[in-house]
């Protein structure tokens, strides 16, 4: 079935970087793109990036311009988030999700997610 | 501006209908996309285009679009309805995504 699994859960301290994984299986790998959001605690979903298939292609979110980078492994179908330079407020659960569009290109939705991945940030 | 707006609080008796809306300039240009979170969970996809469900999405969950304003319908809501829902659209001013902040239904 297609499926996206992420890596376990990071405590990290102020001023590191972490980097999340997420294997997907069940589709071309090599055909969408991929999208991370990521939620902090009791808040909203929040969009960071995109991918391109290839992973020679990226787009940010403004506010993490400069502190994300994400990759991806199509040797092993997996799509990596680094985020540096670590403060509290990164403190969220971290999301990988499939792209899709309509053939008209007038619509995209996220399907499916990754269970997502708990970043801690913390002294 | 590029921002989704959605009430932060819905309630709705159970079996009855709720409409949830999401409003935004970007939706004049392309379709909103639905999820819905239950606590603990990651989100799931509901409403995608103008008005698809994914398979195993019930058909109470439907999709509506109209000028700025994107909404998400259910009919006949049922306690197991009871979660959080996001709208999502690509932000027609940039190559971006664009997430409303959210609204909590309460099914009473």
């Known amino acids: 079935q297609v499926q996206l699994v992420q890596s376990g859960a990071e405590v990290k301290t102020p001023g590191a970087s972490v980097k999340v994984s997420c294997k997907a299986s069940g589709f071309t790998f090599t055909a969408y793109f991929m999208h991370w959001v990521r939620q902090a605690p009791g808040q909203g979903l929040e969009w960071m990036g995109i991918i391109n298939p290839s992973g020679d292609s990226t787009s940010y979110a403004q506010k993490f311009q400069g502190r994300v980078t994400m990759t991806r492994d199509t040797s092993t179908s997996t799509v990596y988030m680094e985020l540096s330079s670590l403060r509290s407020e990164d403190t969220a659960i971290y999301y990988c999700?499939?792209?899709?569009?309509?053939?008209?290109?007038?619509?995209?939705?996220?399907?499916?997610w990754g269970q997502g991945t708990l970043v801690t940030v913390s002294s | 501006s590029s921002e989704l707006t959605q009430d932060p609080a819905v309630s709705v008796a159970l079996g009855q209908t709720v409409r949830i809306t999401c409003r935004g300039d970007?939706?004049?240009?392309?379709?909103a996309s639905w999820y819905q979170q239950k606590p603990g969970q990651a989100p799931v996809l509901v409403i995608y285009g103008k008005n698809n469900r994914p398979s195993g999405i019930p058909d109470r969950f439907s999709g509506s679009s109209s000028g700025n304003t994107a909404s998400l319908t259910i009919t006949g809501a049922q306690a197991e309805d009871e979660a959080d829902y996001y709208c999502?659209?690509?932000?027609?001013?940039?190559?971006?995504?664009?997430f409303g902040g959210g609204t909590k239904l309460t099914v009473l």
């Open positions: 999700a499939r792209d899709n569009s309509d053939s008209d290109i007038t619509g995209w939705w996220f399907d499916p």
């Open positions: 999502n659209c690509r932000d027609s001013s940039a190559y971006h995504w664009l």
């Open positions: 970007s939706l004049r240009t392309y379709y």
